[in-house]
T-cell receptor, first 112, second 115 residues
Framework: AQSVTQLGSHVSVSEGALVLLRCNYS??????LFWYVQYPNQGLQLLLK??????LVKGINGFEAEFKKSETSFHLTKPSAHMSDAAEYFC??????????FGQGTTLQVKP | DTGVSQDPRHKITKRGQNVTFRCDPI?????LYWYRQTLGQGPEFLTY????????KSRLLSDRFSAERPKGSFSTLEIQRTEQGDSAMYLC?????????????FGPGTRLLVL
């Protein structure tokens, strides 16, 4: 069975600082992994996904994530935080049939 | 491509009433998913369709919940005899079937409050 754990329900960074949001997964099959962002009262928007090609995946808005099989991790990073990055971030793994299993989410706060 | 739309965006109802939500997927997408999200949690899978066939239902989907996708286009999710525990955001997503690597595109959600 697949599962996702996001370490840290709240992360606070200063504007311009590095953003690091942690995600560890468990999967019985080679995983397909996703990061989504959710702004208040909105649906989810895909940031990036890993589908067994390059292990370093670049997404929208300057975000990237690195798939590390040995660590079962797929952490999300951005070199320099912007105020507009404040949102809820969800890591998800596909069950192989298309269903997504989401983590609990991490709220990113960006301080001026 | 107009994106995934959901209607209504907000619904307030009294316990025991029935409610129905509608989802219109991206037109060429053959898969449609329903998820439920409670406050402070990630979305939880409820059910999904490929064309008009309902392929999987979660254990979360009690017999008070029913979903349809009659012509393989829009879908409806009905909750009968609503309970306060049904209060949540109901999210719809659509995709092209792709072995699990496909991107799901989400709608804005329907927020349900059961009083």
């Amino acid at each position: 069975a697949q599962s996702v754990t996001q370490l840290g329900s709240h992360v606070s960074v200063s504007e311009g600082a590095l953003v690091l949001l942690r995600c560890n997964y468990s999967s019985s099959v080679p995983p397909y992994l996703f990061w989504y962002v959710q702004y208040p009262n909105q649906g989810l928007q895909l940031l990036l996904k890993y589908t067994s090609a390059a292990t370093l995946v670049k997404g929208i808005n300057g975000f990237e994530a690195e798939f590390k099989k040995s660590e079962t991790s797929f952490h999300l990073t951005k070199p320099s935080a912007h105020m507009s990055d404040a949102a809820e971030y969800f890591c998800a793994v596909s069950d192989g049939n298309g269903k997504l299993i989401f983590g609990q989410g991490t709220t990113l706060q960006v301080k001026p | 491509d107009t994106g995934v739309s959901q209607d209504p965006r907000h619904k307030i109802t009294k316990r025991g009433q029935n409610v129905t939500f509608r989802c219109d997927p991206i037109s060429e997408h053959n898969r449609l998913y329903w998820y439920r999200q409670t406050l402070g949690q990630g979305p939880e899978f409820l059910t999904y369709f490929q064309n008009e066939a309902q392929l999987e239902k979660s254990r979360l989907l009690s017999d008070r919940f029913s979903a349809e996708r009659p012509k393989g286009s829009f879908s409806t999710l009905e909750i009968q005899r609503t309970e306060q525990g049904d209060s949540a955001m109901y999210l719809c997503a659509s995709s092209l079937a792709g072995g699990g690597r496909e991107t799901q595109y989400f709608g804005p959600g329907t927020r349900l409050l059961v009083l």
